[in-house]
Antibody, heavy 117, light 108 residues
């Protein structure tokens, strides 16, 4: 059964860069059938797609965050990663990595990232 | 951006009741519509895709319908484990996925 696991710091200071990695097991990020992506959920709020990546490195991002989001893939480690720059308190959220099978058929358990000094 | 609007925001129901949740898209998404269930402290779980196809392992009491801009998720007889928040999502514009704001199904 495919599993996704987020990892990274749970606390980030304002104006710094949030970095998370998703490790895929029992599956391959090099699959030609899927994109891989990130979704976030602020406390008590709804879901927001951040962006997605293909194994080749092709990416597409949520236009509202495009200038701050970078997603990249490391096929050798079977991982893909998220960087969100210049964070503020509004970026405090649970961040999920997902498999984009149109729609999102597998989700990680989520990682809470708090932006605070 | 395709805006997804769900109604109602909250639904208070008793176990065993039939429940109908609505989702409207700001423009046609054909049948590229999914429903997710999210329980507190858990990741969302895919229930329905293609507007009406149940995902693997989803009980038959969950059904979806609709196409274009109007969609419905029906739970035929609400079980205790079904109290949760439900989100719709369009993936017709897969360059910009969008979700509805969610409907919370709570115990009456």
């Amino acid at each position: 059964q495919l599993q996704l696991q987020e990892s990274g710091p749970g606390l980030v200071k304002p104006s710094e860069t949030l970095s998370l990695t998703c490790t895929v097991s029992s599956g391959s990020v090099s699959s030609t059938s899927y994109y891989w992506g990130w979704v976030r959920q602020p406390p008590g709020k709804g879901l927001e797609w951040l962006g997605s990546i293909y194994y080749s490195g092709s990416t597409y991002y949520n236009p509202s965050l495009k200038s701050r989001v970078i997603i990249f893939v490391d096929t050798s480690k079977n991982q893909f990663s998220l960087k969100l720059t210049s964070v503020t308190a509004a970026d405090t959220a649970v961040y999920y990595c997902v498999r984009c099978a149109h729609p999102f058929d597998h989700w990680g358990q989520g990682a809470l990232v708090t932006v605070s000094s | 951006e395709i805006v997804m609007t769900q109604s109602p925001a909250t639904l208070s129901v008793s176990p065993g009741e039939r429940v109908t949740l609505s989702c409207r898209a700001s423009q046609s998404v054909s049948s590229d519509l999914a429903w997710y269930q999210q329980k507190p402290g858990q990741a969302p779980r895919l229930l329905i895709y293609g507007a009406s196809t149940r995902a693997t392992g989803i009980p038959a009491r969950f059904s979806g319908s609709g196409s274009g801009t109007e969609f419905t998720l029906t739970i035929s007889s609400l079980q205790s484990e079904d109290f949760a928040v439900y989100y719709c999502q369009q993936y017709n514009n897969w360059l910009f996925y969008t979700f509805g704001q969610g409907t919370k199904v709570e115990i009456k």
